[in-house]
Each structure stands twice: as C-alpha cells, then as structure tokens.
C-alpha cells in the first residue's frame, strides 16, 4: 500500500500536468470554440469554464488528454449553441405577430409584458417537479428522455408534467371567458 504522501505527489504531478496540456492546446480550443459559435469572448469564457470544471473535479486519466481537451471544447460549445438555441426558441414563442398595422409598438410592448408576466406567475403556481421539469425542457433544450432519466422518472410522467405545465401557461395567456349571461335580462 503506497504512503498518503505519494498519493499527494501523485496528484500534484497529475494537475502539473493538466496545467501544462491545458496551456499548450488551450490556443487550439478557443479557435475551435469560436469557429463553431462565432464569437472570441465567448469562446475564450467557454475554455475557461471548461479549465474550471477539470481543475475541481476529481483527476482523470486519460492517456491523450490533448485530444481529450479538444473533445470537450466542441463539446461545450456545442452545449453553448444548444442552451442560445433554446433561449432563442423561448424568445421567438413569446413574440407577438402584429397583422393590424393599426397597433402601435408600445400597446405591443405592454402587452408581451403582461403575458410574460402572467406566465411567470403561473410557472411559479405549478408544482416545483412540473416547473423544473418545463424548465429543463424549453429554457435547457433537455429531451423528455433525458429529463425522465436525470430525475428517475419516466418519459409518460414528464409528457404529463409538461403538459400540465403547457396548459397552465396557455390559460394564463387566454382571454376571460365569457359572460354566461344572457342578453336583456339584469343582473
């Protein structure tokens, strides 16, 4: 059995390592990373992130940690494109078709404030399972596959969840219905 001190070596080595695999391939990350989504700062963000998430979890031998390094940087910014796709998705649902060139941009303005404010207030009522699971989906672009195996449940439960969770966004954006009455005779 090998002394606690060479397991401590060990580990000091291995993270000397990291650090210096990292530095040489971290040019080579930041182009891929711009390459695919298409800004520097970004990308020079996402490899950073990517340095913080290796440097707190546990080590991981890999025999070719370049190409590893590089595996996971168009992982991420794969990861990346996929979150601002689902943002975008969000975004472009919430958006009102104005067809009467009538309304002005401000009574349009108000409006999309009001329903993203009601469907906030919705999202808050449902259950706290029905509301993570709607987030996960529409703000993380998750699959339902993916839902149902991250929270140990299964793929009927989160199509029931969401839903649940679609209906109550679509009430809260409905108009009132109605009055039941009928005409002429008072209240």
Not at 61 to 81: F, M, Q, S, W
Not at 96 to 124: C, F, G, K, W
Not at 136 to 146: D, Q, S, T, V
Not at 152 to 159: H, K, N, R, Y
């Amino acid at each position: 059995m090998p002394a606690e001190g060479a397991n401590d070596a060990d580990g000091a080595s291995g993270r000397a390592r990291f650090v210096q695999v990292f530095l040489a391939q971290r040019a080579q990350m930041e182009a891929l990373v711009s390459r695919r989504i298409g800004c520097r700062a970004t990308a020079s963000d996402l490899v950073q992130e990517l340095f913080l998430r290796f440097w707190r979890r546990p080590q991981v031998k890999v025999e070719a940690l370049d190409t590893y390094l590089l595996r996971c940087a168009g992982n991420i910014a794969i990861d990346h494109l996929r979150s601002e796709g689902a943002r975008e998705r969000v975004n472009d649902s919430l958006q009102l078709e104005v067809a009467d060139d009538h309304v002005s941009a401000p009574h349009v303005a108000l409006e999309v404030n009001s329903d993203l404010q009601r469907i906030e207030a919705a999202l808050r009522e449902l259950p706290e399972r029905t509301r993570q699971i709607f987030l996960l989906n529409r703000i993380h672009g998750r699959k339902y596959a993916e839902i149902a195996k991250a929270m140990g449940l299964s793929q009927s439960a989160v199509e029931k969840h969401m839903m649940r969770a679609l209906e109550a966004c679509k009430a809260s954006v409905a108009p009132p219905p109605a009055s039941t009455r009928k005409p002429g005779k008072a209240p």
